[in-house]
């Protein structure tokens, strides 16, 4: 019986301890939360009580500009800016929109194909621009070749009655402008088709008073024909193997 005394006294400070105050800081908790949740002088006030017993109000058509400044993948892959297929202005549809007015020689259909192609064998062994215009029978245009500048500018200095097609890409061009030669002759390729190409340039030339004959060969087809000023032009169609229309054009009075 002693023993079992001893142990209940011995409980009696243990009692006594938990039901004795709290430490400071469980204290200092207690009374936050009883402040915050009304139990103070604030829960007379009605605006501190809506503040902080009302339910948080989220407006869902504002929800997606969260973070609006974050960096944030791309919705879609970035597109590498590609150029326009052309270095002349209009588009191409297989139809011509530059140029197209009557007074200017629009698109005209082009008569079929007459006789040989004997450009088209000069085209064949010519290596560059400078020996396409060499080989041409115009002694204007043959002369003036030796004093050929290569330069994609050129492009831009054909003759006003036949300018770069309205899609033309320019793969190389070049040009002569001294004792007294005005040659322009520019290669470029286009997605039109050879036969409006060919309806382009024949229209505008017949327009402008140049004659125009059409040979052709194997798919390979040349347009050309002089004026009475001394003007001559031969323009030389084929068809690439990415499909693509490639353009050969030899003018002697540039601008």
Same mark, same amino acid.
């Given at each position: 019986?002693?023993?079992?005394?001893?142990?209940?006294?011995?409980?009696?400070?243990?009692?006594?301890?938990?039901?004795?105050?709290?430490?400071?800081?469980?204290?200092?908790?207690?009374?936050?939360?009883?402040?915050?949740?009304?139990?103070?002088?604030?829960?007379?006030?009605?605006?501190?009580?809506?503040?902080?017993?009302?339910?948080?109000?989220?407006?869902?058509?504002?929800?997606?500009?969260?973070?609006?400044?974050?960096?944030?993948?791309?919705?879609?892959?970035?597109?590498?800016?590609?150029?326009?297929?052309?270095?002349?202005?209009?588009?191409?549809? /297989?139809?011509? %929109? +530059?140029? #197209?007015? =009557?007074?200017?020689?629009?698109?005209?259909?082009?008569?079929?194909?007459? !006789?040989?192609?004997?450009?088209?064998?000069?085209?064949?062994?010519?290596?560059?621009?400078?020996?396409?215009?060499?080989?041409?029978?115009?002694?204007?245009?043959?002369?003036?070749?030796?004093?050929?500048?290569?330069?994609?500018?050129?492009?831009?200095?054909?003759?006003?009655?036949?300018?770069?097609?309205?899609?033309?890409?320019?793969?190389?061009?070049?040009?002569?402008?001294?004792?007294?030669?005005?040659?322009?002759?520019?290669?470029?390729?286009?997605?039109?088709?050879?036969?409006?190409?060919?309806?382009?340039?024949? /229209?505008?030339? %017949? +327009?402008? #008073?140049? =004659?125009?004959?059409?040979?052709?060969?194997?798919?390979?087809?040349?347009? !050309?024909?002089?004026?009475?000023?001394?003007?001559?032009?031969?323009?030389?169609?084929?068809?690439?193997?990415?499909?693509?229309?490639?353009?050969?054009?030899?003018?002697?009075?540039?601008?």
């Amino acid at each position: 019986m002693a023993v079992r005394h001893f142990y209940l006294l011995a409980l009696v400070p243990l009692a006594l301890t938990a039901c004795g105050p709290k430490p400071a800081a469980q204290g200092n908790l207690d009374s936050l939360d009883a402040e915050l949740a009304g139990n103070s002088a604030n829960a007379s006030d009605p605006a501190m009580r809506a503040a902080l017993q009302d339910q948080i109000m989220v407006d869902p058509s504002l929800t997606g500009q969260s973070n609006a400044d974050a960096v944030r993948p791309p919705q879609q892959p970035y597109s590498g800016a590609i150029p326009p297929d052309s270095v002349a202005g209009g588009k191409n549809d /297989g139809t011509v %929109t +530059a140029g #197209g007015s =009557s007074s200017s020689g629009g698109s005209k259909p082009t008569p079929a194909p007459s !006789g040989n192609c004997p450009q088209c064998k000069i085209k064949n062994d010519s290596v560059t621009l400078g020996a396409l215009a060499s080989r041409q029978g115009d002694k204007r245009t043959a002369g003036c070749a030796r004093n050929l500048q290569y330069s994609t500018a050129w492009a831009q200095r054909l003759p006003a009655d036949l300018p770069l097609y309205p899609d033309a890409r320019v793969d190389e061009a070049a040009g002569a402008a001294n004792g007294g030669c005005a040659l322009r002759v520019v290669s470029f390729s286009t997605g039109a088709s050879i036969q409006t190409v060919l309806d382009y340039y024949y /229209g505008r030339a %017949t +327009a402008a #008073g140049y =004659s125009a004959e059409h040979q052709a060969d194997d798919g390979q087809h040349v347009l !050309g024909g002089t004026r009475r000023d001394g003007a001559a032009y031969v323009i030389y169609l084929d068809t690439r193997g990415d499909g693509r229309t490639e353009v050969d054009i030899v003018a002697n009075n540039g601008n």
